[in-house]
């Protein structure tokens, strides 16, 4: 990013940069634009690079550490009510966060278990609308990562269509990153097809959350609705600091 550019129109650069990506990966496949959406990641940017995709027109924000968020979230409480964002809890969850994820967010994509999603119901404020809630299936098995497990899904999907408070919308991945496309889309297409089992017993799901930065092109073309950015809309991240 130019350090002297307005950052309004820095964020409208990298808006269209990215909509141009989704766009033709969705020509590509021959599906409908308008069938993804994209999911801004603001993970360690501050409150001003939110603000700044916001007023360039992005809705929706994802957030992987709870305070972190939270902060970010009384920032942007000055916006009209007519720029109201949407955000998405993206991380793990711990149970003593569950109450603050219930009351200050829209969607969690991350649920993988049963005693989560019942804390977030039972928490869920009565005023607001339901949490739209995505479970997240670790697709590559790997020990290191959060998800449940492939063959857990129809129970926990059955556990918390049940939870008054919440409505399943769909599932949510992370593969392991790999640099080829045929290995990309083979993951993506596997998560697809964990859907599609669950929708074909009765589970009423929308949502495809898959796809980062560095593969959301075969995310698309295996049927993703919601791709989650970070990187390619607000630059590189500094290391993680653990
Ligand atoms: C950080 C993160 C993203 C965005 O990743 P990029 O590669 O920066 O686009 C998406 N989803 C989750 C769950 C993340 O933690």
Known sequence: MN????????ARRS???VGRRIRLACEEAGRPVDAVSLLAVGKTFPAERVLALAAAGQRDFGENYLQEALEKQDRCATLASDTRLAWHFIGPIQSNKTRAIAERFDWVHSVDRARIARRLSEQRPEAAEPLSICL??????EDSKSGCAPQELPALAAA??????????????IPAPRSDATGQRRAFAAVRELYEQLRAGGFALDTLSMGMSADLEAAV?????IVRIGTA??????PKPD
């Open 136 to 141: 997240q299936v670790n697709i590559d098995d």
């Open 160 to 173: 918390v269509a049940a939870m008054p408070r919440l409505r399943l919308r769909g599932l949510m991945a």
């Open 15 to 17: 808006l269209e940069a």
């Open 3 to 10: 350090g002297h550019e307005n950052p309004v129109a820095a």
């Open 221 to 225: 073309a295996e049927g993703a609705t």
């Open 233 to 238: 809309l607000f630059g590189d991240r500094p």
